[in-house]
């Protein structure tokens, strides 16, 4: 029997009409570890495989272009009516569908209705089952997942083809994703890892990765995509240090700040640590990861402030993570003191994202969906960064004229001067300031949540909608994200098409969220 012909395609973004930093630098440095990973797999289980990432350079028609057999898709919430959309077209010529990453993990129930499989943990013995089954669906979708996460993973040497398909992709700045462990031993309520038990990976395995990686992409950064980078410190990076056997590397990472003391901070700028990316998310809570015990308000923004600096001597380039919440008064408070800690630290970068409830995702999610609270706004617009998909009250309003006075003081002349002469060296400098002016611009998205702003003070239906009195979504929210699927939306599947056309479904997210896990 002549081998399966097998598709994994991995979508990083949705299609939108993007500049050229986003579609060269941005997209193609977003690839993650599992589908390079699925895609050795299936070679394992003896399929010819071809791995694609779409970056929004390409076609429909061009992306899609071969015969397939199985079609193994990752897709995060915002690409998800891309996929959706891949899948139908896909599943018209005879090709089996599996859907993996994000978004299966989190709306496994929507996601039934537009592929064959939808998978959950996934090891190497799923993707053989699927490969091996390939059996299409009558009506919904097959739920498949191995009971926990793999115990090792395939490293870069066998990854290497299919990371090279995509790191050709990318020009100035290429990254190659890796992982020392899976899952985290935090419960941070609103993450999808809060309850999957901390695991470490063989180290001989990371070694391996930092020596491969460093004579086959010696100008590229490797970004650890571990939940929380360094929970083993001293093991893990003497298993980097061994890799590198003396030279330096270029590595990136997200940890908690707890795990940054100085003397660990000396030993990963010594091998090359060059971006860290660690979470505050709020002022208020959340403070065993920060390491602050319980300090809270500005008694936080001093002591973090103050380790955030330190970080900035050893590592140059440093994000922190911030989620605005839907509780008025704590937001406001939080965005208050956040300006503080932009005036304390002017070199870190604040990324400022908004509390989503990704579907079944976290226990907050389950929690909050079991209430009947989360919205059912357009998937693309469920980047963190769009629109909040919980139900609140008016006090939104206040919400959002803080979160606009916040990213427009973030984005200011004197904060950006203030950034830009603080940043370590003039790179970092200047990704400074392309993030703050360029592509996906602060001043763009004061600007789109000052229209948040005034279609909740002046617009009932929009108001009806966002205060989860009416179910069906604003003709706003619509808009905007089928300006989000950009030549995708012309492909739309007929019932995605009409549902964004009328704004309401067939059948209610809020039952699919009830249902749990097919
Ligand atoms: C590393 C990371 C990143 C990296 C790498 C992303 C990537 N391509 O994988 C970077 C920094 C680029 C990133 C960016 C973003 N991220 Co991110 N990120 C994470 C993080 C911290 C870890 C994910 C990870 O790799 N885990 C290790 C893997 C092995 O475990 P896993 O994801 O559970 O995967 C298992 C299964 O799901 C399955 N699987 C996973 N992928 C695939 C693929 C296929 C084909 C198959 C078959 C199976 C499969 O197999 C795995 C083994 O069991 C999570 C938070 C968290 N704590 O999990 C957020 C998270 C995934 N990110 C999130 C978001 C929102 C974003 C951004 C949209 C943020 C933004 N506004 O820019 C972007 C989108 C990037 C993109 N590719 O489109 C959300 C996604 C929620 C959702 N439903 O969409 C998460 C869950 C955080 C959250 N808010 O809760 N992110
Ligand atoms: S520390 Fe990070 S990865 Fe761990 S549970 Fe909290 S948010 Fe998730």
């Given at each position: 029997?002549?081998?399966?012909?097998?598709?994994?395609?991995?979508l990083?973004?949705?299609?939108?009409?993007?500049?050229?930093?986003?579609?060269?630098?941005?997209?193609?440095?977003?690839?993650?570890?599992?589908?390079?990973?699925?895609?050795?797999?299936a070679?394992h289980?003896?399929?010819?495989?071809?791995?694609?990432i779409?970056?929004?350079?390409?076609?429909?028609a061009?992306?899609?272009r071969?015969?397939?057999?199985?079609?193994?898709?990752?897709?995060?919430?915002?690409?998800?009516?891309?996929?959706?959309t891949v899948?139908?077209?896909?599943r018209t010529?005879?090709?089996?569908?599996?859907?993996?990453g994000?978004?299966a993990?989190?709306?496994?129930?929507d996601?039934?209705?537009?592929?064959?499989?939808?998978?959950?943990?996934?090891?190497p013995?799923?993707?053989?089952?699927?490969?091996?089954?390939?059996?299409?669906?009558?009506?919904?979708?097959?739920?498949?997942?191995a009971?926990r996460h793999?115990?090792v993973?395939?490293?870069?040497?066998e990854r290497?083809p299919?990371?090279?398909?995509?790191?050709?992709?990318?020009?100035?700045?290429?990254?190659?994703?890796?992982?020392?462990?899976?899952?985290?031993?935090?419960?941070?309520?609103f993450?999808?890892?809060?309850?999957?038990?901390?695991?470490?990976?063989p180290l001989?395995?990371?070694?391996?990765?930092?020596?491969?990686?460093?004579?086959?992409?010696?100008k590229?950064?490797?970004?650890?995509?571990?939940?929380?980078?360094?929970?083993r410190?001293?093991?893990?990076?003497?298993?980097?240090?061994r890799?590198?056997?003396?030279a330096?590397?270029?590595?990136?990472?997200?940890?908690?700040?707890?795990?940054?003391?100085?003397?660990?901070l000396?030993?990963?700028?010594?091998?090359?640590?060059?971006?860290?990316?660690?979470?505050?998310?709020?002022?208020?809570?959340?403070?065993?990861?920060?390491?602050?015990g319980?300090?809270?308000?500005?008694?936080r923004v001093?002591?973090?402030?103050?380790?955030?600096?330190?970080?900035l001597?050893?590592?140059p380039?440093?994000?922190?993570?911030?989620?605005?919440?839907?509780?008025?008064?704590?937001?406001?408070?939080?965005?208050?003191?956040?300006?503080?800690?932009?005036a304390?630290?002017?070199?870190?970068?604040?990324?400022?994202?908004?509390?989503?409830?990704?579907?079944?995702?976290?226990?907050?999610s389950?929690?909050?969906?079991?209430?009947?609270?989360?919205?059912?706004?357009?998937?693309?617009?469920l980047?963190?960064?769009?629109?909040?998909?919980?139900?609140?009250?008016?006090?939104q309003?206040?919400?959002?004229?803080?979160?606009?006075?916040?990213?427009?003081?973030?984005s200011?002349v004197?904060?950006?001067?203030?950034r830009?002469?603080?940043?370590?060296?003039?790179?970092?400098g200047?990704?400074?300031?392309?993030?703050?002016?360029?592509?996906d611009?602060?001043?763009?998205?004061a600007?789109?949540?000052?229209?948040?702003?005034?279609?909740?003070?002046?617009?009932?239906?929009?108001?009806?909608?966002?205060?989860?009195?009416?179910p069906?979504?604003?003709?706003?929210?619509?808009?905007?994200?089928?300006?989000?699927?950009?030549?995708?939306?012309?492909?739309?599947?007929?019932?995605?098409?009409?549902?964004?056309?009328?704004?309401?479904?067939s059948?209610?997210?809020?039952?699919?969220?009830?249902?749990?896990r097919a």
């Open positions: 029997m002549p081998p399966q012909r097998v598709l994994v395609l991995e990083v973004t949705g299609g939108q009409r993007a500049g050229w930093f986003q579609r060269r630098v941005l997209h193609p440095s977003y690839h993650g570890v599992m589908s390079s990973v699925v895609a050795v797999w070679r289980a003896g399929a010819d495989v071809t791995y694609r779409y970056t929004g350079s390409e076609s429909p061009e992306l899609l071969g015969e397939w057999d199985v079609a193994f898709i990752s897709s995060f919430t915002r690409t998800a009516w891309t996929a959706y899948s139908y077209h896909l010529r005879g090709v089996v569908t599996a859907l993996g994000p978004h993990h989190s709306y496994p129930e996601s039934r209705r537009w592929f064959d499989y939808v998978l959950g943990f996934t090891d013995e799923v993707v053989r089952q699927v490969i091996e089954e390939r059996a299409p669906a009558a009506e919904r979708g097959r739920w498949l997942s009971e793999p115990a993973l395939p490293g870069l040497r290497a299919f990371v090279d398909a995509a790191v050709q992709r990318g020009r100035i700045f290429h990254a190659v994703p890796a992982l020392t462990s899976l899952g985290c031993p935090y419960t941070c309520d993450c999808s890892d809060a309850q999957v038990p901390f695991k470490p990976l001989v395995d990371v070694e391996d990765d930092v020596r491969f990686a460093r004579a086959r992409w010696p590229a950064m490797v970004f650890w995509h571990d939940p929380n980078f360094g929970v410190f001293d093991e893990t990076l003497g298993a980097v240090e890799g590198l056997e003396g330096r590397g270029l590595f990136g990472a997200e940890s908690s700040l707890s795990l940054l003391s100085p003397s660990r000396a030993r990963m700028r010594d091998v090359g640590f060059t971006v860290m990316v660690p979470g505050i998310e709020s002022w208020f809570e959340y403070g065993r990861k920060t390491g602050v319980a300090a809270a308000g500005l008694a001093e002591a973090t402030s103050a380790q955030i600096n330190s970080i001597a050893a590592i380039y440093v994000q922190v993570n911030f989620i605005v919440t839907l509780d008025a008064d704590t937001a406001c408070a939080n965005m208050a003191l956040t300006r503080e800690f932009v304390r630290c002017p070199a870190a970068w604040p990324n400022v994202n908004l509390v989503t409830a990704f579907g079944r995702s976290s226990p907050l389950r929690t909050l969906a079991a209430e009947g609270r989360i919205l059912d706004v357009p998937f693309p617009l980047d963190t960064k769009c629109c909040w998909n919980l139900a609140c009250d008016e006090s309003i206040e919400i959002l004229r803080e979160l606009v006075g916040l990213l427009r003081y973030i200011s004197q904060a950006t001067a203030r830009v002469s603080a940043s370590r060296g003039w790179r970092a200047l990704i400074n300031l392309l993030r703050t002016w360029g592509g611009a602060l001043r763009r998205r600007r789109w949540y000052q229209q948040l702003l005034e279609w909740t003070e002046r617009d009932a239906d929009y108001r009806d909608f966002v205060t989860g009195r009416s069906i979504v604003p003709r706003q929210l619509l808009d905007r994200a089928l300006e989000r699927l950009g030549p995708f939306r012309e492909l739309l599947p007929p019932a995605l098409a009409e549902q964004t056309r009328t704004g309401t479904r059948e209610p997210l809020s039952e699919h969220l009830q249902l749990g």
